[in-house]
C-alpha cells in the first residue's frame, strides 16, 4: 500500500505497550529512560500526558499503578481528558506477556525522530518561501539536521538535583577510576599548564594571544602534536595565515628535530631525510586535519566542524589561527562589534560542538609602548569581548625578542592572564627555533598567584 503523507509516522500500538509495561513492572523505566524517552515523544495526546504523569511519579519516588497515575492525572485536571479510569485500566491490561517489550520504546522514539524530520523539513521550506537570507537558511539546516544527528532531544533547563544526581556517579567514577577521568581529558602536553588550567574542557574557549613574531602558531602546533600523538586525539587546524604545506612542514621539523631552515630551502642529507621518514610514519596514523582556506565565517566553521564531528566519529580539539583574520557574518563597519560577534560565536560553538576551541589572538601594539613589555589582558587587540568570552587566556612573552643582548636566550614566559577555573600566573618555557618547538623547565620554574 502506497505510504500515507497526511498522517505523520506514528505507532499507538507501541506506545499502548510501553504505558501498559510501566504499570506491570515499574522497573522498566530504567529502560525507557535509556532510551531517551520523553513524554513528547508520544503521538497521541492522551499517551503523551499518561506518560509525563508516569514521569512525575517516577520523580517522585512513588509506585506507578492505575491508582496513583490517576490520581496524578486528576491533580493536573486531565484524568477526563485521556479516557478516564477506564481507559487506563485498558492499558493496563493491553499486554498479556512482557517477552517482546523491549523493542516498543525504541519504535515510540523511532517514529518521534521521523516526526521531528519532517517537522524540521517543513520549517526548511517556510523558510524558503518567506525568502529568508540564503547563509542563514543553510546555518539553520545544518543546526537542525545535526541536532537530529546527535539526539539532542533532552528536555533543556534542568534543576541543580536533576544535575547533581549524573554528578554524584561521576565523583564516585573519579574516586574509583581516576585514569577513566583522566583519559577523556584533552592536555596542553605541558605539566605546568595542565596543572594549572586542569586541561582543556569540551566547552572552553581558550585564547592563546602574542605580538607578531614570539612563536604562538609554533606553540599552537606543539599543541597539536602532543594531543595527537600523545594522547591519540583528534585535532582540527584552521589555519587563515598559512598555507597546509607551511604547516606540515613546521609539523615535520618539530617532531622529526630537522632544523625548519633546512626544510625550507630543500637542504636535507640522507640523515635528515631518514629522521622525516620516521616522523612520517609517526604522523601517518595521527588524526590530525587542516583547513587554510581563507573568509572563514562563524556559519562557515560552524558547517565544516559538524561535517568532520560526524565523519570521524568525534572531535577532540579545534585550533583557529588566528581570531582576527576571520569575518563576521555582515558587514557591520565596526572592527570592535565584529570581533565581538566573532569570540561570541566561538564560545557557542564550543559549547554546542561539546569540544574545546583554542584560538590564536593578536596583541595590540600597546605591549611595545611599556617599559614592562609582558603583556597583560588589556593588550588584547580590537576587543575586550575576547577576554569575556574566554575560559582561559594565555599570552606568550619572550625576553631576547626586545633584548636581543639578555642571557635569557630561549626563554618564554607563557602568561595565564585569566582562568575561570582556577589560578593565574606564569610558566617559563624553553623555544629551540631552530625546530619551532618549545620545552618545559624543570620543576620549580612556575609562578602562581
Aim: hydrophobic share 35%.
Amino acid at each position: 500500500m502506497p505510504a500515507d503523507y497526511n498522517t505523520p509516522p506514528h505507532n499507538l500500538e507501541a506506545e499502548k505497550g510501553v504505558i501498559s509495561w510501566v504499570l506491570m513492572d515499574n522497573e522498566t523505566m530504567w529502560i525507557f529512560e535509556g532510551d531517551g524517552i520523553l513524554h513528547k515523544d508520544f503521538y497521541q495526546k492522551e499517551h503523551s500526558s499518561i506518560y509525563e504523569a508516569i514521569h512525575q511519579l517516577r520523580k517522585d519516588h512513588k509506585t506507578i499503578d492505575v491508582i496513583t497515575l490517576a490520581d496524578q492525572l486528576t491533580k493536573k485536571g486531565s484524568l477526563s481528558e485521556i479516557g478516564g479510569m477506564d481507559y487506563l485500566y485498558e492499558l493496563s491490561g493491553f499486554l498479556i506477556s512482557t517477552a517482546p517489550c523491549a523493542e516498543y520504546s525504541k519504535i515510540v522514539k523511532e517514529k518521534s525522530l521521523l516526526r521531528q524530520v519532517l517537522k524540521v523539513c517543513q520549517q526548511i521550506t517556510g523558510d524558503a518561501y518567506e525568502q529568508k537570507d540564503t547563509i542563514q537558511i543553510f546555518d539553520d539546516i545544518e543546526r537542525r539536521v545535526f541536532e537530529l544527528t546527535q539526539n539532542q532531544l533532552g528536555e533543556g533547563i534542568k534543576s541543580l538535583e536533576e544535575i547533581l544526581k549524573g554528578r554524584v556517579e561521576e565523583y564516585m567514577a573519579i574516586v574509583d577510576n581516576p585514569e577513566v577521568v583522566n583519559a577523556k581529558k584533552i592536555n596542553s602536553g605541558y605539566r605546568s599548564i595542565d596543572n594549572m588550567l586542569a586541561g582543556f574542557k569540551p566547552w572552553e574557549l581558550i585564547i592563546l594571544a602574542a605580538r607578531p613574531s614570539m612563536g604562538k602558531t609554533a606553540f599552537a602546533l606543539n599543541m597539536l602534536t602532543n594531543v595527537a600523538l600523545q594522547q591519540k586525539k583528534s585535532v582540527v587546524m584552521i589555519s587563515l595565515e598559512m598555507s597546509s604545506e607551511s604547516i606540515v612542514d613546521r609539523i615535520m621539523s618539530e617532531v622529526s628535530k630537522v632544523p625548519m631552515y633546512k626544510i625550507s630551502k630543500g637542504d636535507l642529507s640522507n640523515e635528515d631525510f631518514a629522521q622525516m621518514g620516521e616522523a612520517m610514519e609517526e604522523l601517518g596514523g595521527a588524526k590530525i586535519y587542516l583547513d587554510d582556506k581563507g573568509g572563514l565565517t562563524i556559519p562557515v566553521l560552524k558547517s565544516k566542524l559538524r561535517k568532520l564531528k560526524i565523519e570521524k566519529k568525534g572531535l577532540d580539539l579545534v585550533i583557529i589561527d588566528y581570531l582576527q583574520l576571520m569575518h563576521a557574518t555582515s558587514f557591520i563597519g565596526n572592527r570592535t562589534q565584529e570581533i565581538s560577534e566573532i569570540s561570541r560565536g566561538l564560545k557557542e560553538l564550543a559549547k554546542e560542538l561539546e569540544v574545546p576551541i583554542l584560538a590564536l589572538s593578536q596583541l595590540s601594539r600597546a605591549v611595545e609602548q611599556r617599559v614592562d613589555k609582558k603583556p597583560q589582558l588589556s593588550d588584547l587587540r580590537e576587543s575586550g569581548a575576547i577576554e569575556q568570552d574566554a575560559d582561559a587566556v594565555l599570552m606568550l612573552h619572550r625576553e631576547d625578542y626586545y633584548d636581543p643582548d639578555t642571557d635569557k636566550k630561549g626563554a618564554t614566559d607563557v602568561c595565564i592572564r585569566k582562568n575561570r577555573n582556577g589560578a593565574v600566573g606564569e610558566i617559563e618555557l624553553h623555544f629551540q627555533k631552530e625546530i619551532m618547538k618549545f620545552t618545559e623547565k624543570e620543576k620549580g620554574g612556575d609562578k602562581t598567584y
